[in-house]
Each structure stands twice: as C-alpha cells, then as structure tokens.
C-alpha cells in the first residue's frame, strides 16, 4: 500500500496563490507518476496536473500557466504551486500515485485537501 501526507490548501481570494504538497511512503517502489486531481461539489473528479518519474509534466487546459507542478524522486514528494487562483479552482484536491506494474498499472489516492477561492 502507498500512504500519503497531503498538506497545504485552506482558502484564498481570487487572483491569491497557494501551495500543495503530498508526500508518498510505503510501498513507493515502481512509481511511475505521481500527479493532483481534483473534485468540485457535484462534479466528477478531473486531472489538474501530473508529473512522471522523468519530469514529464502534464496539466489541465484550466491551470496551464497558473499552476506549476514539481517533485522530489528521493522524497516522494510532489508539488502544486497555484498562482492566480479563480473561484472555479474551489475543490477537493487528491494526491495521486501510479505504479507501474508488470500488467498494466494501479493508482493510489490520498485523502484530500480542500481548497476555497473567495473573496
């Protein structure tokens, strides 16, 4: 099993930034990517962005050049910095982990963090 601590999030304004950190542990080997989706109330969960084990990076249409993702190999550890934050990024966050197996894959998903754009 993979376990993660997902911290950061909480509230901001529109136009403010926050920063999202997960950090994986476990069974952490064969991770192939490690990414944040999120879900708005009453929508379906949605990529934000993803980031491979190469530094390949992956991002919704909705974030690109607001939101940067990153990670940390030897941590295990990914980040989302969120800059020019709109009222439609108000969500549950979830940090996700892929690990590549010998048939197929299997994600892995942390608990959540909420974040509120408000003015």
């Known amino acids: 099993q993979v376990q993660f601590v997902e911290s950061g999030g909480g509230l901001a304004q529109p136009g403010g930034s926050l920063s999202l950190s997960c950090a994986a542990s476990?069974?952490?080997?064969?991770?192939?990517?490690m990414g944040w989706y999120r879900q708005a109330p009453g929508k379906q969960r949605e990529l934000v962005a993803t980031i491979t084990s190469d530094g390949t990076t992956n991002y919704a249409d909705s974030v690109k050049g607001r939101f940067t993702i990153s990670g940390d190999n030897a941590k295990n550890t990914v980040y989302l910095q969120m800059n020019n934050l709109k009222p439609e990024d108000t969500a549950d966050y979830y940090c996700?982990?892929?690990?590549?197996?010998?048939?197929?894959?299997?994600?892995?998903w942390g608990q959540g963090t909420q974040v509120t754009v408000s003015s």
């Open positions: 476990g069974s952490v080997y064969n991770i192939g990517s």
């Open positions: 996700n982990a892929v690990r590549l197996m010998a048939r197929g894959s299997r994600a892995y």
